[in-house]
């Protein structure tokens, strides 16, 4: 009796647990994942494939001959569409901005926080990508000239995570 009554105790905690990636709606294919802690609470985030948009949540760009790459992870909404919670934007040897967005904008570079890279990224000609990072990110607002501004007296969270993933080479 008592084995019955954990079992279904651990199918209510699952039930009740995180979104997943089998939660996006079947327009989005999954070909990344970040593992987060924010603030000491592990988290999960998606990085997707778009079908009918046919674009990725991992974008390469290259400026001047310089390379970077913008790796935006999502969460599922209620409807199975995707809710960017992190924005990352990866150098070859750095990171130049992690914003996180949830319960409020927090950003490194345009608010005044931190962040670093572990080690340097795993960037494959395959489009397979690997890093984790470490941050100190600042509640952010827009201002009415549509510039950001730290919120004044605004909370600061730490970050660090880890994203394993693909972006696409063609």
């Given at each position: 009796m008592m084995n019955r009554i954990n079992a279904l105790?651990?199918?209510?905690?699952?039930?009740?647990?995180?979104?997943?990636?089998?939660?996006?709606?079947?327009?989005?294919?999954?070909?990344?994942?970040?593992?987060?802690i924010v603030d000491g609470q592990p988290m999960t985030a998606y990085t997707t494939f778009d079908t009918e948009k046919n674009r990725s949540s991992v974008d390469r760009h290259e400026v001047m001959g310089k390379v970077f790459y913008n790796v935006n992870g999502s969460i599922p909404k209620p409807d199975g569409d995707t809710k960017t919670l992190l924005s990352v934007q990866l150098w070859p040897d750095h990171v130049s901005d992690i914003q996180y967005l949830n319960d409020g904008m927090f950003g490194a570079?345009?608010?005044?926080?931190?962040?670093?890279?572990?080690?340097?990224?795993?960037?494959g000609e395959d489009g397979s990508m690997a890093f984790s990072f470490t941050g100190t990110l600042v509640e952010f607002k827009f201002t009415s000239d549509g510039d950001f501004a730290p919120v004044e007296g605004g909370r600061v969270i730490a970050i660090s995570g880890s994203y394993s993933g693909q972006y696409p080479t063609e």
């Open positions: 105790a651990a199918v209510v905690v699952i039930s009740a647990g995180p979104a997943a990636a089998q939660d996006f709606s079947s327009r989005y294919t999954v070909n990344g994942q970040y593992d987060l570079d345009i608010a005044g926080g931190t962040m670093a890279l572990d080690a340097p990224p795993q960037i």
